[in-house]
């Protein structure tokens, strides 16, 4: 699975890049065809995040990466609860 969203990261962010020139290079008589363009490369954006996020969350979980440091995380300290 993770080689198929690998494989889904690639081809997303190479729509997304595609797309978005051809949505900048687009005279502005055509508007229909940049419009087109901008959603096109607006998905390819979209599904290339959502595969970067979940294959770096897959790493971190399998040990193959380090977990970050970098996002906060939960953790209940002794007698931080709070009282009801």
Request: charged share 15%.
């Amino acid at each position: 699975m993770a080689k198929l969203i690998a494989i889904l990261n690639v081809v997303a962010w190479a729509g997304f890049w595609a797309f978005g020139y051809l949505a900048l290079t687009t005279p502005p008589e055509e508007g229909s065809r940049m419009v087109a363009a901008l959603l096109l490369a607006s998905v390819g954006a979209a599904a290339g995040l959502w595969a970067y996020f979940w294959i770096v969350r897959h790493s971190e979980r399998s040990g193959y990466a380090r977990p970050s440091g970098s996002r906060a995380r939960f953790e209940v300290d002794a007698g931080l609860e709070q009282a009801q």
